[in-house]
């Protein structure tokens, strides 16, 4: 079985839709940020940088395995049951590439923003530049998606990396991309949103112990 520390944040989901994708038998820790259980010795011990979300899978190949770094948790568990990252080649480094690019690109800058945005009163000249690196993220999102149906060609661990971000912040985008067309990564979303272990894995945490599930 597999432990999974999380809570209900883009980062978190990432984690838990994958798990749903895998169809492994896991049960979620819920780690409550807002009394900062992040920094109970437990929980450091599993995640030494204090973040959600980590894995504890207790059927390693080597034995008991932690791991952290949403991306890190990705390709653990695409490697452990084959899916949703090539094995080799051009599409296994496309696959790569675009997770990459989600995790260092997306996932930081739209936290940046959104976590501005919540901010009263903020500095135009710091706010301005992190509305501008969004947008371009988002540029490079639809024109990609225009191109392909998913970030690597066939939906991958990459998709799930910038999936989170971009449906979280969805709502918040339209003045921001207003000169280019979103309808590329509205058509992604709906079709990833659409995939019952995506609407299972966004969830907010439950402390329970799950059953195994088929992947769809
Ligand atoms: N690079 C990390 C980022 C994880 C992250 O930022 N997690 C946030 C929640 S979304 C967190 O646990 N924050 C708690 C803290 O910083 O103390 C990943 O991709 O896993």
Redesign the pocket.
Known sequence: VIELYT?P????Q??SIMLEETGLAYHTIA?D?GR?A??QPEFLKV?P??????IVDYDGSDGVTSV??????LIYLAEKTGILLPQRGLQRASSIQWLFWA?SGV??AI?RLGGALSQPNLDPAVLVPMEKEVARLMNVLSGQLSLFPFLAQEYSIADI?AFTWVQYFRSSLKELSAKQSLEPVDRWLREIAARPAVQRGLRPPKPVVRVPVASS
């Open positions: 809570w944040t883009p980062n978190g990432k984690a780690v940020l900062e992040q920094f995640s940088n204090n973040k959600i979300p980590a952290f770094e949403s991306g890190a948790i995790i996932g930081p936290g990396a």
